[in-house]
């Protein structure tokens, strides 16, 4: 039986669903998974770092780094893209908006300035593509 039911999980994992769940299950995990499909998260801890979006602030071992606008965008995208190499271009679009007319360069700028502030070992550098939140576990709160 339990055989089965390990084939249906798969089945239907490859077939392109994001999650599956069991029943009975928990209705706090099942809440859980709902807020992580749905980027409903709010605070994101990895390292000693917390990112904190409901209160736009960003820490770093319990220090509030004062990061301006653009840099808490930045982490955002970030956060919500581990993992994901992501180009100047995605980055000022996403960040900056599509109707930017200014120098992309503009992105080593600010990712320059943030890391000072969180750390240079949290943002990778892909010369010629882009820029990686390093693969770190980030554990939610």
């Given at each position: 039986?339990?055989?089965?039911?390990?084939?249906?999980?798969?089945?239907?994992?490859?077939?392109?669903?994001?999650?599956?769940?069991?029943?009975?299950?928990?209705?706090?995990?099942?809440?859980?998974?709902?807020?992580?499909?749905?980027?409903?998260?709010?605070?994101?801890?990895?390292?000693?770092?917390?990112?904190?979006?409901?209160?736009?602030?960003?820490?770093?071992?319990?220090?509030?780094?004062?990061?301006?606008?653009?840099?808490?965008?930045?982490?955002?995208?970030?956060?919500?893209?581990?993992?994901?190499?992501?180009?100047?271009?995605?980055?000022?679009?996403?960040?900056?908006?599509?109707?930017?007319?200014?120098?992309?360069?503009?992105?080593?700028?600010?990712?320059?300035?943030?890391?000072?502030?969180?750390?240079e070992e949290w943002?990778?550098?892909?010369?010629?593509?882009?820029?990686?939140?390093?693969?770190?576990?980030?554990?939610?709160?």
């Amino acid at each position: 039986m339990n055989i089965l039911i390990a084939d249906d999980e798969l089945l239907v994992l490859q077939s392109g669903a994001d999650d599956y769940v069991r029943k009975p299950f928990d209705p706090r995990v099942l809440l859980v998974r709902a807020k992580k499909m749905l980027n409903m998260e709010t605070q994101y801890r990895f390292g000693p770092l917390l990112v904190d979006l409901d209160k736009q602030k960003v820490w770093r071992a319990g220090n509030d780094l004062h990061v301006t606008h653009k840099e808490l965008q930045l982490m955002k995208y970030f956060v919500h893209n581990k993992g994901k190499v992501l180009t100047r271009t995605s980055l000022l679009d996403h960040v900056w908006g599509f109707d930017y007319f200014g120098d992309e360069r503009t992105v080593d700028v600010h990712i320059r300035r943030l890391r000072e502030k969180i750390g240079e070992e949290w943002i990778f550098t892909h010369r010629g593509m882009g820029y990686t939140l390093t693969s770190c576990i980030i554990r939610r709160n």
